[in-house]
């Protein structure tokens, strides 16, 4: 990521969760904003970079025939990220309600991007404080949209921008009015990836610090299998490893599923769920009534702080 510019993967998958909720048949989510979120020089970006993806299998005349706006979803929908992004989105939502009901009052979005839960807060989670934390860059553009779209600030609602490559998440919520003492969920979706297998756990370990026996967290992670270099992986799945690179966001490390378990007790986390892609769209949508064709690599996680010894 350039640390002077938005995070580009966070803009594009909060196109593609709003592309979902307006154009799929039977949408698992109801999220208008990427499309009032993302800037139109940055939707113009995407536009190209669609239409040089699509230009490689359509013929010009088919190309010219589409609208502007056409061309943008094509390319949405076309990347390989698309589906796990609308899965991981409704896995997370679903549980962070299961933990409110059980008496969790704090939501900590870690890399929250363009997320657009403050904007579209159900009524179950009334009265939730919610901490968004993530790069300066890509915090100060969210805010600065939020207020031209005209979402009013809430005294539940806390930015936090930080540069976590340099800075412990624990430092970073204590300038914030986070209690650290109430039982509190997590959320780091389609971070990992983009972090060295070390940065990885020592956020686990940051998170597990954070909050008191019960905190819940859910991550998204990607099988390392998958990042072999022996040629492996799916088409599906090296075309999106190669189109995150291009953007300066490469995918450094993944997890193994068979060892996650074990890795997460050594940071005081006690795994208590691990679906792949292809679990969670048998979970979400086993009739295919949205045309979700995972890559096959990708994981969601639940995993609850257990008691310190």
């Known amino acids: ?59 010009a005349a088919s190309l010219s025939s589409l609208s502007p706006e056409a061309v943008l979803d094509a390319g949405l929908r076309a990347n390989a990220a698309y589906p796990d992004v609308i899965l991981r989105s409704r896995y997370t939502e679903d549980a962070l309600k299961d933990a409110v009901s059980r008496g969790v009052r704090q939501y900590v979005i870690v890399g929250a991007g363009f997320d657009s839960f403050v904007c579209r807060r159900p009524a179950w989670a009334e009265g939730l404080g919610i901490y968004e934390v993530d790069h300066p860059s890509t915090q100060q553009l969210k805010r600065q949209r939020l207020q031209e779209c005209g979402v009013a600030e809430s005294a539940d609602v806390h930015f936090v921008e930080a540069d976590l490559s340099v800075e412990d998440l624990g430092t970073a919520l204590a300038r914030s009015p986070f209690q650290p003492a109430l039982p509190t969920f997590f959320a780091w979706l389609g971070v990992t990836v983009y972090l060295t297998r070390e940065a990885n756990l020592a956020a686990l370990r940051a998170i597990a610090s954070c909050a008191p026996e019960g905190s819940e967290l859910v991550f998204t992670y990607v099988d390392e299998a998958a990042l072999r270099t022996d040629g492996t992986a799916n088409e599906a799945f090296q075309k999106l490893r190669g189109d995150v690179s291009s953007v300066g966001e490469a995918f450094l490390s993944g997890f193994d599923p068979t060892t996650l378990a074990a890795q997460l007790r050594d940071t005081g986390l006690e795994l208590v769920e691990d679906l792949d892609d292809h679990q969670a769209l048998a979970r979400y949508d086993a009739a295919g009534a949205n045309g979700l064709r995972p890559a096959g690599a990708a994981h969601v996680a639940r995993a609850v702080r257990f008691r310190s010894a």
């Open 1 to 59: 990521m350039n640390p002077s510019q938005a995070s580009r993967t966070a803009l594009a998958t909060s196109l593609m969760r709003a592309l979902h909720s307006r154009s799929d048949p039977a949408p698992l989510l109801d999220d208008p904003w990427g499309d009032r979120l993302v800037p139109e020089s940055v939707r113009t970006a995407f536009r190209e970079r669609g239409m040089a993806r699509l230009g490689a299998s359509a013929s």
